[in-house]
């Protein structure tokens, strides 16, 4: 499983929209401004309604979402029945799956990296946010009035983007600002709760969230989630109750979980780089060489170097 990374979506969505990817790129977009972009939601949904998902759960990027019409959103063990009207901040942090309840779907979404507002440029830092911060509710149902309102905000993006007014992109960064501030002023759904199927949710969300750290492709990317705690923390539950599911519907303990795909990775790195172990000690997470190692033998009764050979 991977992260859906812009250059993914971009393909799928033109695949699916009948288009040419280079007509759905941001004209006078650079590397140096980040990357942002307006779509609608019913264009783009039109080539999913087989999946009966929306698509690209598995981000790399952030997104804001309005999306008009009856949906059910999946959050951790945590289910939200919308039934007409939602606003959704996506991160590439944590996991999310929305499903279409009919075919009556409107609304806009836009598209961001975090260089697209970078604090020089915006003010802010994104993962300080509350409405991104890990362990909150990044789904909103919001009233007809509050909708249009949003929606206007939408419009005036793909205006915007579509102008060639030489500051159109901080303009567009202060349309995105608006939105996040909407959300922050917001209160959590108050149809939010759980049923019968939220372990086998907060299971598949964490083999996503686990999965995500990987593949490891450089001895400069460094493993971000380590511990049971950090993967029950960004699922916004307790680590005691992940333990218990994952225990109840894998038959292992999240430590367990974790330290088989580690060891599954170390392998890999082992046989098909030539990174020193130190290095692949380090971008798995492990400060000490020493660590690293007692953890392999531990999992494998090898010595690190002595599987590589």
Same mark, same amino acid.
């Given at each position: 499983?991977?992260?859906?990374?812009?250059?993914?979506?971009?393909?799928?969505?033109?695949?699916?929209m009948?288009?040419?990817?280079?007509?759905?790129?941001?004209?006078?977009?650079?590397?140096?401004?980040?990357?942002?972009?307006?779509?609608?939601?019913?264009?783009?949904?039109?080539?999913?309604?087989?999946?009966?998902v929306?698509?690209?759960?598995?981000?790399?990027?952030?997104?804001?979402?309005?999306?008009?019409?009856?949906?059910?959103?999946?959050?951790?063990?945590?289910?939200i029945?919308v /039934?007409?009207?939602?606003?959704?901040?996506?991160?590439?942090? $944590? %996991?999310?799956?929305w499903?279409?309840?009919?075919?009556?779907?409107? *609304?806009?979404?836009?598209?961001?990296?975090?260089?697209?507002l +970078?604090?020089?440029?915006?003010?802010?830092?994104?993962?300080?946010?509350?409405?991104?911060?890990?362990?909150? !509710?990044?789904?909103?149902?919001?009233?007809?009035?509050?909708?249009?309102?949003?929606?206007?905000?939408?419009? /005036?993006m793909?205006?915007?983007?579509?102008?060639?007014?030489?500051?159109? !992109?901080?303009?567009?960064?202060?349309? $995105?600002l608006?939105? &996040?501030?909407?959300?922050?002023?917001?209160?959590?759904a108050?149809? +939010?709760?759980?049923?019968q199927?939220?372990?086998?949710?907060?299971?598949s969300?964490?083999?996503?969230?686990l999965?995500?750290?990987?593949?490891?492709?450089?001895?400069?990317?460094?493993?971000?989630?380590?511990?049971?705690?950090?993967?029950?923390?960004? +699922?916004a &539950?307790?680590?005691?109750?992940?333990?218990?599911?994952? /225990?109840?519907?894998? *038959?292992?303990?999240t430590?367990?979980?974790?330290?088989?795909?580690?060891?599954?990775?170390?392998?890999? +790195?082992? /046989?098909?780089?030539?990174?020193?172990?130190?290095?692949?000690?380090?971008?798995?997470?492990?400060?000490?060489?020493?660590?690293?190692?007692?953890?392999?033998?531990?999992?494998?009764?090898?010595? %690190?170097?002595? !599987?590589?050979?």
């Amino acid at each position: 499983m991977k992260n859906t990374s812009l250059e993914d979506f971009y393909q799928e969505a033109a695949a699916f929209m009948g288009k040419d990817v280079k007509v759905l790129l941001p004209p006078g977009i650079h590397k140096e401004i980040g990357h942002f972009n307006v779509f609608d939601v019913a264009e783009t949904i039109k080539g999913f309604k087989q999946k009966s998902v929306m698509p690209y759960n598995r981000r790399a990027y952030y997104k804001i979402s309005l999306i008009i019409g009856k949906n059910r959103a999946e959050y951790a063990d945590k289910v939200i029945q919308v /039934k007409k009207n939602a606003l959704l901040f996506g991160t590439p942090k $944590v %996991p999310y799956h929305w499903v279409p309840q009919d075919d009556n779907q409107a *609304g806009s979404f836009c598209v961001f990296t975090d260089e697209f507002l +970078l604090k020089n440029k915006s003010g802010v830092v994104l993962d300080e946010l509350p409405i991104f911060k890990s362990g909150g !509710y990044p789904i909103f149902e919001i009233s007809d009035e509050i909708a249009t309102e949003i929606r206007l905000i939408f419009n /005036k993006m793909k205006q915007e983007i579509a102008s060639d007014y030489e500051f159109k !992109y901080d303009l567009l960064r202060n349309y $995105v600002l608006e939105l &996040i501030h909407y959300g922050q002023k917001l209160q959590p759904a108050s149809t +939010l709760h759980a049923n019968q199927n939220a372990s086998g949710r907060i299971t598949s969300l964490f083999v996503e969230l686990l999965e995500r750290q990987f593949p490891i492709e450089s001895p400069n990317q460094k493993l971000q989630l380590r511990t049971a705690k950090e993967y029950a923390d960004r +699922l916004a &539950i307790h680590a005691n109750h992940l333990n218990k599911v994952l /225990k109840e519907t894998t *038959g292992k303990t999240t430590t367990e979980l974790i330290s088989s795909r580690l060891v599954q990775e170390a392998k890999i +790195l082992l /046989k098909q780089t030539d990174w020193n172990v130190s290095e692949i000690a380090y971008s798995l997470g492990y400060e000490e060489v020493a660590h690293f190692s007692n953890f392999f033998k531990k999992q494998t009764s090898m010595a %690190p170097l002595a !599987y590589r050979s």
